[in-house]
């Protein structure tokens, strides 16, 4: 899906530094292979698989398919009937498709379901569904309430992720437009919803509230909408269920790849598109990162073209990656991790796993196990290895 080119808190360290800023995108060396864990195929023949979830207390895995259908596999076995086919509303390709989904923490009793996508004139659609009253592995396609809208100015950096939060609010990743460099500047704009990390509230409003306690409520000016901002493509994020910090993977320009992590139940960062690309000036030699969030982890484009974030492991079947935050890389396919505690990152790993082409997406199941998105078609999951 890449074209999508897709902390503690830092804030101290870089408050008041006018920093001189390579442009070399030579990384340090890799981590250590090491080996321990396998991937298992849960489902193949798929076509650009870019998320998986499944609703609280359910066994099911949801697949969603960057052309517009929701697949279900139960039982070990692909459903030949989609959840949901919503082919005739997506604009597919590229960056553009159906994106995500993220089952309400009461879906169980309410039924609700939301997505995210790219509709027919490239815009993105926050949607809620039910599903239907007839059948559990079929939703309502007749349902559908709008949440939210954003006019995209171009094709790309649409983000795309739609994910509860442990709070229960609903947190939208949205890219900075698109083109490249952020023309439109919204990256650092307060005032617009590209680049950015929202966070609303769906069982209050209509079609939401914002919380009151956002980090931009009340502020001339700013979206209320907003929980975090200078965000370039943050096409996957991810909430840690033991620690509830944020990680963020957002996808660089031409230089480097950022993780990001933010403390639990902490808004309001500025993690610095477009001053920053990384932990470096963007375009420039010298740049301000008063205010800024520097990333924890970074890597050059020797090492990758663009990062796909994964989740903090806390399942059960790869005892070996309890704790670590585990990501990749569209281009190279390597599965890497880490620790990240007492404000740093420690034990970096890149993990023995063969080739898994084009990595897409991560997804994780109720149970905490994590599963990768292989532009093969194929979905993985994560198991230690016999």
Wanted: hydrophobic share 35%; glycine share 14%; net charge negative.
């Amino acid at each position: 899906m890449h074209a999508i080119r897709v902390v503690p808190d830092l804030l101290a360290a870089a408050a008041l530094t006018i920093a001189a800023c390579s442009r070399s995108t030579t990384s340090t060396p890799p981590p250590p292979m090491t080996s321990g864990i396998q991937l298992q195929p849960v489902a193949t023949g798929l076509s650009s698989p870019l998320y998986v979830t499944s609703p609280p207390g359910d066994e099911r895995l949801f697949i969603v398919e960057q052309g517009g259908t929701i697949r279900i596999v139960e039982n070990g076995a692909l459903r030949p009937t989609p959840f949901l086919d919503l082919s005739d509303s997506v604009s597919s390709g590229g960056e553009r498709g159906l994106l995500s989904m993220a089952f309400h923490p009461s879906y169980a009793t309410n039924g609700f379901f939301y997505v995210d996508y790219t509709d027919r004139r490239g815009n993105t659609r926050v949607v809620r569904y039910h599903v239907s009253d007839t059948s559990a592995d079929v939703a309502d396609p007749n349902s559908a309430k709008l949440i939210l809208t954003v006019a995209q100015p171009f094709p790309n950096h649409n983000g795309g992720l739609v994910l509860f939060g442990l709070d229960g609010k609903l947190y939208i990743g949205l890219g900075d437009g698109g083109s490249g460099g952020d023309p439109q500047g919204n990256g650092q704009n307060l005032g617009a919803l590209l680049g950015k990390i929202l966070r609303v509230d769906v069982d209050a409003g209509d079609p939401y509230a914002i919380p009151s306690d956002n980090p931009f409520v009340g502020h001339a000016g700013a979206r209320g909408e907003i929980w975090a901002y200078g965000l370039r493509n943050p096409w996957r994020f991810a909430f840690d269920r033991t620690t509830h910090q944020l990680y963020i993977a957002d996808v660089g320009q031409n230089a480097w790849e950022e993780v990001d992590v933010a403390p639990a139940g902490t808004g309001g960062q500025n993690y610095g598109w477009n001053i920053m690309e990384g932990r470096h000036c963007y375009n420039a030699s010298l740049c301000d990162q008063s205010g800024l969030t520097l990333p924890v982890l970074e890597y050059g484009h020797s090492d990758g073209c663009s990062i796909t974030g994964g989740y903090v492991y806390r399942g059960t079947l790869a005892p070996v990656l309890a704790g670590q935050y585990l990501y990749s890389d569209y281009c190279t396919g390597f599965l890497r991790s880490f620790t990240f505690s007492n404000g740093a990152v420690s034990d970096e790993r890149s993990w023995d796993v063969g080739d898994i082409g084009n990595v897409l997406s991560f997804g994780e199941d109720d149970a905490g196990e994590v599963y990768v998105c292989s532009g093969n078609g194929t979905v993985y999951r994560i198991v230690a290895k016999s």
